[in-house]
C-alpha cells in the first residue's frame, strides 16, 4: 500500500489524473482500499470536476469519502465555475452524516458568492460567526456550523460575497466580529470590507477601517485598501478626503513601503476632484504629476480629466487634455471621451467646437449623435 501511495502522490504532483485512475483501478483488483490514496486521486483532477464528482460517488458507494473528499471535489467545482454542483455535494456531505469542517464551509461560501447568493452564504455560518442570518445581531449557536471556527480565508470570502451583494451592514458585522472574537482579519478581510464601503457610500466608515481599525489590528494597508478608500470618497463628494489619503499613500512610497500609487490611484483621485470641481488640481495632476513618475494615462484618466475641465468652463484645457492624449501617449477614445469633450465645448458655449469635435471623431454613442443632432437643430444646420 506505502508503494501505491508514494505512486500516486508522484501523479498528483505531476496532475497525472489518468495515472493515478489506472493505480487505483489496480488497487481495486488486488482488494486495497485507501481512503488517503482515493483523496490524492481527487487531488489530481482537480481541473476535470465532472470526473471528480465521479470518483467521489464511487468512493462512497464503497464508505471511503470523508469530509476532505468532499472538500476537494467542491474546491474543483467552485475552480471551474461550478456553483451548484458545488453546494449540491455540501448537502450530500451532511445526509451522509459526516460533519463539515472549516474548508468545507469555505468552498460553500464561494460557491454562494458565485451564485451571488449572499443571504445563503451568510445562513450558512452565522452561528459559527455568532451574527444573526442578516449580519444584525449575536444568536445562540445551535447548528452543526456552531460548532467550527471559520479560518481567516473563509471568513474573509464571506465579507467579500455580503460586499458584492451590496450587503454592507453584514460584511461589516462579520469583520467586527472577526476583530472581537475571531479568525483575526487580515489584509484581505480589510480590502474586502473597504470596498464594501465603497460601493455602499460609506466614505467615513472606509477611513476608519483605514486609519482606525486596520493599525488597531496591526494589518498594514496595501493598494488596494488605498485605492478602495480614495473611490469610497469620491463617490462620497470627499475630494479633500481622497486627497488626504493620496497623500498617504505617497508618504508611504516615500519611504520605500511597498505601496506605490499606480494609474488606478490616479483615476480615482482625478475622478475625486472632478466631482468637488477641482478642475485646476486635475489638470495638474494630469499634466505634472503623472509625467513626474513616467505614468502613462489611460482612457479612464483622460474621460475623468475632461469631466473635471467640463465643470470648470475650461474648453480649451479639455482639448489640450484630449490632444495630448492622442498624440503623446496613444490614448484611444471612447464615447464617454467624445461625449465629455463635447459636453466641455457646450458648456462654454463654443458649440461649433462641439460639432468639429464629432465631426473629427465619427464615433461615440446614442448620447453622442443626440448631442450633434441637438446642435444642429439649434444653428439650422440641417438640409
Known amino acids: 500500500l506505502h508503494c501505491y501511495h508514494l505512486g500516486l502522490l508522484s501523479c498528483k504532483d505531476g496532475h497525472a489524473w489518468e495515472a493515478g485512475l489506472l493505480l487505483l483501478k489496480r488497487m481495486e483488483v488486488k482488494g486495497l482500499q485507501s481512503v488517503r490514496c482515493s483523496n490524492i486521486v481527487l487531488g489530481a483532477c482537480q481541473d476535470r470536476w465532472e470526473l471528480a464528482a465521479q470518483l467521489l460517488h464511487d468512493m462512497g458507494s464503497r464508505s471511503l469519502a470523508d469530509v476532505s473528499s468532499y472538500n476537494t471535489v467542491m474546491g474543483a467545482c467552485v475552480r471551474n465555475s461550478c456553483w451548484m454542483p458545488a453546494l449540491g455535494f455540501l448537502e450530500n456531505l451532511q445526509t451522509s452524516r459526516l460533519v463539515p469542517d472549516s474548508v468545507t464551509f469555505g468552498a460553500a461560501i464561494s460557491a454562494h458568492g458565485k451564485a451571488t447568493q449572499w443571504r445563503e452564504a451568510l445562513a450558512l455560518v452565522a452561528p459559527a460567526l ?4 442578516d449580519g444584525s445581531e449575536v444568536v445562540a449557536q445551535s447548528s452543526a456550523s456552531s460548532k467550527l471556527r471559520l479560518s481567516t480565508v473563509a471568513a474573509s ?23 472581537e472574537r475571531g479568525p483575526s482579519p487580515n489584509v484581505v478581510t480589510f480590502n474586502a470590507a473597504i470596498s464594501t464601503c465603497e460601493k455602499a457610500n460609506l466614505w467615513r466608515e472606509a477611513l476608519r477601517l483605514l486609519r482606525g481599525a486596520m493599525p488597531e489590528c496591526a494589518v498594514a494597508p ?10 469610497a470618497a469620491e463617490k462620497g463628494y470627499q475630494w479633500e478626503t481622497a486627497l488626504s489619503i493620496f497623500e498617504e499613500m505617497d508618504q508611504k512610497a516615500s519611504l520605500r513601503t511597498s ?8 483615476n480615482a483621485l482625478i475622478s475625486a476632484l472632478e466631482k468637488g470641481r477641482q478642475w485646476q488640481r486635475a489638470l495638474a495632476v494630469f499634466f505634472q504629476e503623472l509625467p513626474r513618475r513616467s505614468m502613462a494615462p489611460d482612457v479612464v484618466t ?5 469631466s473635471a475641465c467640463e465643470k470648470g468652463n475650461e474648453w480649451t484645457s479639455a482639448l489640450q487634455v484630449f490632444n495630448e492624449a492622442r498624440s503623446r501617449f496613444g490614448v484611444t477614445p471612447n464615447a464617454i471621451t467624445i ?12 458649440w461649433w467646437k462641439a460639432l468639429a469635435v464629432f465631426n473629427h471623431c465619427r464615433r461615440g454613442n446614442f448620447e453622442t449623435y443626440g448631442m450633434a443632432l441637438h446642435i444642429a437643430e439649434q444653428h439650422d444646420l440641417l438640409e
Open 302 to 306: 483622460v474621460n475623468s480629466t475632461i
Open 130 to 133: 455568532e451574527i444573526g442570518p
Open 339 to 350: 461625449n465629455a469633450l463635447m459636453l466641455a465645448c457646450l458648456t462654454s458655449s463654443v
Open 157 to 179: 470570502t464571506l465579507v467579500t460575497v455580503c460586499g458584492n451583494g451590496l450587503a454592507w451592514q453584514a460584511a461589516l458585522a462579520i469583520l467586527e466580529g472577526m476583530v
Open 259 to 266: 505601496v506605490l500609487p499606480d494609474i488606478i490611484s490616479f
Open 222 to 231: 496595501t493598494i488596494l485598501s488605498f485605492n478602495a478608500a480614495i473611490s
